[in-house]
């Protein structure tokens, strides 16, 4: 509920800046200030291409014309700062922000860092202006800021890192509770005298001609809440990897997983196809068996997924539907 709140927040926020930015680039073009129109032209269409504007837009090509154009926003600034209007290097303020949000924090502090070079090298030649000298310190004030703002982003984020119980994109629970949720759910079967299965599922991307990722990436929200709408409430998902996802099942014998398996398969590759996305999927099912623990067990999933991949893919291949043992040694004929 958190996370929805604040993504509707930064909804509102964007599509009130746009509406904002379009307005000063109106007054400008009436006032003849053709560089700030440009600008707040561009600075709107730096807002226009961002995902808080409209979810979709974190698919290629949008985040590089985002990047362009906030490299074309800084080039406009850096050049008010000798062409003017003076009130237009104003807007530098917020460029370590917008710096830190889009970018690398590498690349953002290099950027900062020239943007107040560039500024102290204006304001030096700028001797006529008696504001420079507060412009400066202004811009240096707000850049400290920025860095304080974003060293206390990345200390939170690495503090909370290992409290995150799900996975920001497709809301599934986090790999690094697995093996303890898994051995505890283990136990709970054995100690109940109850079946338990589990479901290895993965997008056959190794069989498809181009390089879906970026597209699958964007709608990775869809498939996580397609999993969890086909799970009773006590089952439990999580994103194993990138592309891939492990059901636990308490209660449920091999063969039922199995078709559950194949009803979860099938509506993924649907939902895929939906989004133009012309993928297969694949499952592995294991069912728990005496001796296995959350690590065997999860291997066994994993060896039928792998399975099943290597069969084609876009099938569901239960883990003891077939053996590993060697072919029987050859008999050799009496000696003659």
């Avoid at 709970?188 to 190794?206: A, F, P, Q, W």
Wanted: net charge neutral.
């Amino acid at each position: 509920m958190a996370q929805m709140a604040e993504k509707f927040l930064l909804s509102r926020l964007s599509r009130t800046g746009f509406l904002i930015l379009i307005a000063i680039a109106a007054f400008s073009v009436i006032q003849r200030e053709t560089l700030t129109a440009i600008t707040a032209i561009v600075a709107a269409a730096l807002v226009f291409s961002g995902n808080t504007f409209h979810p979709g837009r974190s698919r290629q090509p949008w985040p590089a014309i985002h990047r362009l154009l906030f490299v074309a926003l800084l080039s406009l600034l850096a050049t008010s700062l000798w062409t003017g209007p003076w009130s237009l290097t104003h807007w530098l303020y917020v460029a370590p922000l917008v710096g830190f949000a889009l970018l690398p924090v590498t690349w953002a502090a290099a950027i900062t860092a020239l943007c107040a070079v560039l500024a102290m090298s204006a304001t030096h030649w700028s001797a006529g202006l008696p504001e420079r000298h507060q412009m400066l310190s202004a811009l240096l004030l707000t850049v400290m800021l920025s860095g304080l703002l974003v060293f206390l982003r990345e200390y939170k984020s690495r503090q909370l890192a290992p409290l995150r119980r799900t996975d920001e994109l497709t809301q599934a629970a986090s790999r690094e509770y697995l093996t303890a949720d898994l051995h505890k759910e283990i136990q709970r079967s054995e100690r109940e005298g109850t079946d338990m299965s589990v479901i290895m599922i993965g997008l056959d991307t190794h069989l498809s001609d181009s390089d879906p990722d970026a597209d699958i990436r964007s709608i990775l929200p869809r498939i996580g809440r397609y999993l969890h709408s086909q799970l009773r409430d006590f089952d439990t998902y999580y994103r194993v990897a990138d592309l891939q996802f492990l059901v636990i099942l308490p209660g449920i014998p091999t063969a039922e997983a199995a078709s559950q398996a194949e009803t979860i398969r099938k509506g993924l590759r649907t939902l895929l196809a939906s989004h133009q996305l012309h993928l297969t999927v694949s499952a592995g099912i294991a069912g728990l068996n005496i001796g296995d623990d959350a690590d065997s067990l999860q291997q066994s999933a994993a060896n039928a997924l792998r399975r099943a991949q290597q069969q084609g893919g876009d099938r569901a291949q239960s883990y003891s539907t077939w053996t590993h043992t060697s072919p029987p040694p050859r008999t050799e004929g009496p000696a003659l």
